[in-house]
């Protein structure tokens, strides 16, 4: 079985972060390992509390995954600070690994902010030059670039800019009122869309960490970049089309959808 690690924040929720992350490479067929950056206090209303590993900690982590069962794939979330995006880097360099999808996480669903102003330059230096691909929403695309998104010729002016400056793949993800759930690939000088239909749900915490998720896991299968997006984005359409309704705000898709067999069985 191949394997993948999530460097992520955790929900107490469940619908996003580590928890996300786990149930998404599980039903994507991957071993799911994590390494917590941060415990949240969160649910589908907001986050009302952080509480953040120390690096020293992070490190203890990321290395006991690696000296034993060693990711085919990792995936990059929630990482709030600078002394901990430094400690990822490190670890990651000095194992060589592979396949990496950083998701720059920067606010919640609900909006609160996820990461200290002065850890977005670190993780321009440090995370994103050893990305496979990363995985900005438009919010995200513009910090990023330094560009300002309308319409999908500003998506691909700024991945375009990403991709220059950091020397990686770049999925930059629609909505926020710019196109209907198409995605844009620039990968190696090329763009290509992934159009996708908007799914009539409010319940959508946790579609970027899924979204990330899912496209590590197919990388760490052997799937090519373009194929890993494509399987990614039809997985995340349909774990929104479950219409799975949980919580008072924006609450989580179902992951599991697909799950069958004896034991996901309800008592008659």
Known sequence: MRTALSIAGSDSSGGAGIQADLKT???????AMSALTALTAQNTTGVTAVMEVTPQFLQNQIDAVF???RPDAVKIGMVASSELIRTIAQRLRAYEAAN???????AATSGARLIKEEAIE???????????VVTPNIPEAEILSGETIHNEDGMVAAAIKISEMYHCAVLCKGGHSVNDANDLLYVDGKARWF???RIATSNTHGTGCTLSSAIASNLAKGFDLETSVQ???DYISRALSANLDLGKGSGPM???????????????
Not at 101 to 106: G, L
Not at 122 to 132: G, H, I, M, S
């Open 231 to 233: 399987r990614a984005k």
């Open 195 to 197: 159009t996708g239909r």
């Open 25 to 31: 490479m599980t039903m994507n067929g991957v071993f």
């Open 67 to 69: 000296e034993d069962i």
């Open 254 to 268: 179902n992951h599991a959808f697909d799950l069958s067999g004896e034991f996901a069985k309800e008592a008659e």
């Open 122 to 132: 670190t993780l321009k230096e440090e995370l994103l030059p050893l990305a496979t």
């Open 100 to 106: 990496i999808v950083v998701d720059p996480v920067m």
